[in-house]
Nanobody, 123 residues
């Protein structure tokens, strides 16, 4: 059984930074791609970033490239999403998820999801 738990959301001013954490557990989860998704009110869930277990390769949505950085600490079984230069349009519930498919950033390919953490960017 794979479990993922997010933390680190909150309220931040435009231009500020936040770091989200995703702790994962389970016997085989070390072989899973871990991804971050977000969903704003009235919008569909969108992929933000993911990191592969095989080679640590990363993938980013165009809207966050250059501002967000994903990283993985296998010893701590934690994936981080460092979010810089935050904009009001980044406001959403952010979800961590796990997929057995390498490097994919499509929600339908993810089998295990966390409960989400709210990120609000506002002055």
């Amino acid at each position: 059984q794979v479990q993922v738990v997010e933390s680190g959301g909150g309220l931040v001013q435009p231009g500020g930074s936040l770091r989200l954490s995703c702790e994962y557990s389970g016997e085989t989860v070390d072989y899973y791609t871990i991804g971050w998704f977000r969903q704003a009110p009235g919008k569909e869930r969108e992929g933000v970033s993911c990191i592969s277990s095989s080679d640590g390769s990363t993938n980013y949505a165009a809207s966050v490239k250059g501002r967000f950085t994903i990283s993985r600490d296998n010893a701590k079984r934690t994936v981080y999403l460092q979010m810089n230069s935050l904009k009001p349009e980044d406001t959403a519930v952010y979800y961590c998820a796990a997929s057995i498919i390498d490097g994919v950033l499509t929600a339908q390919e993810y089998d295990y999801w966390g409960q989400g953490t709210q990120v609000t960017v506002s002055s």
